[in-house]
């Protein structure tokens, strides 16, 4: 019932910075969670940050903490991650996920998946 699509992938320089979308269709719960993941060939799915509904908890792994920032956008259905002082480790495939009440940070949490955007970062 609920699609979600990222955007905003791409190749960046080591350092630089990459936004990315996240946009939800069909039917959407109104106190869904939404979370970030990302997977690098060869490794696991490994959680990068989470955000409720309402805004009022933000979770980030250790790895990307002060360095990315998840926000949910103007309209519900959307939530932003902006990707700052990037580093080689950063490349994966980044998926958005959604669910209505989620363990934040864990990826059986969640029901609902994005097909995933590139993020690479050269040096």
């Known amino acids: 019932q609920v699609q979600l699509v990222e955007s905003g992938g791409g190749l960046v320089q080591a350092g630089g910075s990459l936004r990315l979308s996240c946009a939800a269709s069909g039917r959407t719960n109104w106190s869904y969670a939404m979370g970030w993941f990302r997977q690098a060939p060869g490794k696991e799915r490994e959680f990068v940050a989470a955000i409720t509904w309402n805004g009022d908890r933000i979770v980030y792994a250790d790895s990307v903490k002060g360095r990315f920032t998840i926000s949910r956008g103007n309209a519900r259905n959307t939530v932003i991650l902006q990707l700052s002082s990037l580093k080689l480790d950063d490349t994966a495939v980044y998926y958005c996920?959604?669910?209505?009440?989620?363990?934040?940070?864990?990826?059986?949490?969640?029901?609902?998946w994005g097909q995933g955007t590139q993020v690479t970062v050269s040096s």
């Open positions: 996920a959604a669910d209505a009440a989620p363990t934040l940070i864990t990826a059986s949490g969640y029901k609902y």
